[in-house]
Each structure stands twice: as C-alpha cells, then as structure tokens.
C-alpha cells in the first residue's frame, strides 16, 4: 500500500510559478513511477507529467512541455512538479499518483492522493 499526500497548491497570478509536492508513505516508494495529473471543474482528469521509478526518464503533457519539471527524491519518498509561467488553463485539482511498473499517460495508475487546487488568476 501506499499513501500520497500532496501539498503547494495555492492562487497565484498568471505567468508565475508554483512547486507542487507529493509525500509518499511506504518503503516501497522507490520501486513505483511516481506522475501528476489535474482535473478542472467538468473536465476529465488529464495526465500532466510522470517520472520513472529511478528518475531515468520524464513524460510530459504537450500543455506543459517546457513549462514544467518533474522529479523525485527517494530518500525522502517524495515527487515534484515545479511550474512554471502558469496560465489559466493551467488551473485545477492537481494529483498525485503511483504505479508499480511503467508510466501510461492514462489514468491507470494504482495509488492517488486527494488533491491539491491550483487557482491562477488571470
């Protein structure tokens, strides 16, 4: 089992940045690919980035391509995303999820947190 917790959601004017934090419980955390998603109000859940289990390698949303950065530490048991040059669109709920083997871009993943909003004013 495993247990996320995400923090660093916040307002923050458009074109600013924001660091989103994702604490997991478990020693097994190392093993699982680690990737964020958001969902705005009456929209799907959409994958926004994702990492592998050892940092090898990063996946990102064509929204968020050059935008943003994910990574993780291990020894800490924790995955962020820095953002950057926010935009309106950008805003929503954002999650934090785990999977035990590859990354999929899709909402197949095995762990996820509650959520963190992320405003963006305009």
């Known amino acids: 089992q495993v247990q996320l917790l995400e923090s660093g959601g916040e307002l923050v004017q458009a074109g600013g940045s924001l660091r989103l934090s994702c604490a997991a419980s478990g020693r097994t955390f190392s093993s699982y690919a680690m990737g964020w998603f958001r969902q705005a109000p009456g929209k799907e859940r959409e994958f926004v980035a994702a990492i592998r289990w050892n940092g090898g390698m990063t996946y990102y949303a064509d929204s968020v391509k050059g935008r943003s950065t994910i990574s993780r530490d291990n020894a800490k048991n924790t995955v962020y995303l820095q953002m950057n040059s926010l935009k309106p669109e950008d805003m929503g709920v954002y999650y934090c999820?785990?999977?035990?083997?590859?990354?999929?871009?899709?909402?197949?993943?095995?762990?996820w947190g509650q959520g963190t909003q992320v405003t963006v004013s305009s």
């Open positions: 999820a785990a999977r035990r083997g590859t990354v999929v871009l899709g909402i197949d993943w095995d762990y």
